[in-house]
């Protein structure tokens, strides 16, 4: 153990012996656990100035291989790849009560387990399958989400290894010279219903836009399957009914940016919302872009994605335009928006169909018409139209 380890680093003053013997060691905030000859072990109140103290063995009723703890949460996996957790563990009784078994996916053979952020327990299995849960607790409703790990990671068969801690995820195996970390910040992980205010629970969407959400500020977009537009602030469950600038039975398709949105009907006319702001979110009429400059060469319009400064669009014969400019600008600037043609084509005997623009302007997807995935590549600050579209594998 370290003594007065430095907060910035793994550097202190001098190393003291904590325990002989360990075969594996999980630390918290102020204890460690730690497994020697099988047998698991406690070392409690320690500090920068007291880093190991004498160890306590904990009962355990089989051979303990690994230990892994967040908080006030410990896994310890057996020789037999049995999975259990301390019940009852708390600031104030660090030891914890008893131990309980941790209920796993039928057919499992596991491999490796930790414990990582939000509490969440992860474990890879025999055949290097990754998966996560947060209610591994429960007995009845214990539930475990499989996470893909990309094949290319590791083409050998060893066995992977994964570990945690509060704001990352380390993946690797015995004979791999990489370590891959994934420190992604996770929103969710599964569905709940939301509950509408004033809606009926028969209505059905047909498309949801909440690009136009930032910061728990701005606009969602609901096109119900009968072409019904409602409007819904994300901290407030009362949705507004917003009326359409076109016939219903004409709207092909929304997109939002902050304080904008766009609607494309299926004639390839663009109408955008104005007057959208922090105090009038919904905004307070439509006015149609003037398209003339794509128009006049007989294209149509078949997708339209919004980002933050720029848009892209798709027409019906599969060709890509990118305009530059704000969408929330664009709804009152005077004169419209340059279109301007974007080179490269998908795959042969294919064609685009959509494209996507992120908050982020250099990430563009689109997809064409067998639902391959394409990434547009070469897109920096200086020059946005980039130079490819790139296949995406599956």
Wanted: proline fraction near 4%.
């Amino acid at each position: 153990a370290l003594l007065d380890n430095d907060t910035q680093g793994p550097t202190g003053s001098r190393w003291e012996t904590a325990a002989r013997g360990v075969e594996s060691v999980a630390l918290s905030d102020s204890c460690a656990w730690y497994v020697s000859q099988g047998k698991v072990y406690l070392q409690t109140e320690l500090s920068r100035s007291r880093p190991c103290r004498e160890g306590c063995q904990v009962p355990f009723p089989a051979l303990a291989l690994k230990v892994c703890c967040s908080h006030n949460m410990v896994w310890v996996l057996t020789t037999d790849y049995w999975l259990l957790w301390r019940a009852g563990v708390t600031e104030q009784c660090c030891q914890g009560t008893h131990w309980q078994q941790v209920s796993l996916p039928s057919q499992l053979q596991l491999a490796d387990v930790a414990l990582g952020p939000y509490n969440l327990g992860w474990l890879v299995d025999r055949n290097n399958c990754v998966y996560f849960s947060d209610n591994y607790t429960s007995d009845d409703d214990c539930s475990w989400w499989q996470v893909l790990i990309r094949n290319y990671l590791f083409e050998n068969s060893s066995l992977c290894q994964i570990t945690s801690n509060e704001n990352s995820v380390w993946v690797t195996n015995r004979i791999s010279s990489f370590v891959y970390k994934n420190s992604t910040f996770i929103k969710g992980h599964r569905w709940n219903e939301v509950v509408i205010k004033n809606l009926t629970a028969q209505l059905r969407w047909r498309q949801i836009t909440a690009e136009g959400v930032f910061e728990e500020k701005g606009s969602l977009w609901l096109l119900s399957s009968a072409n019904d537009l409602f409007h819904l602030r994300p901290d407030c469950d009362n949705v507004n009914v917003i009326a359409l600038p076109c016939r219903a039975e004409d709207v092909a398709s929304l997109t939002a940016a902050p304080h904008a949105l766009w609607l494309l009907t299926h004639s390839g006319q663009i109408h955008v919302r104005q007057g959208m702001g922090d105090s009038c979110p919904q905004g307070d009429k439509w006015r149609t872009l003037n398209l003339e400059q794509i128009s006049d060469k007989q294209v149509t319009l078949r997708h339209v994605s919004c980002g933050c400064d720029i848009i892209w669009a798709c027409d019906t014969r599969g060709d890509m335009y990118m305009a530059v400019g704000s969408p929330f600008l664009i709804a009152t600037d005077t004169f419209s928006p340059a279109w301007m043609p974007v080179d490269g084509k998908p795959l042969s005997n294919t064609h685009f169909v959509k494209v996507f623009v992120g908050s982020e302007t250099h990430i563009v997807w689109a997809l064409d018409n067998k639902n391959n995935v394409y990434v547009r590549s070469g897109i920096f600050h200086d020059y946005q139209l980039g130079t490819d579209w790139v296949p995406v594998p599956d």
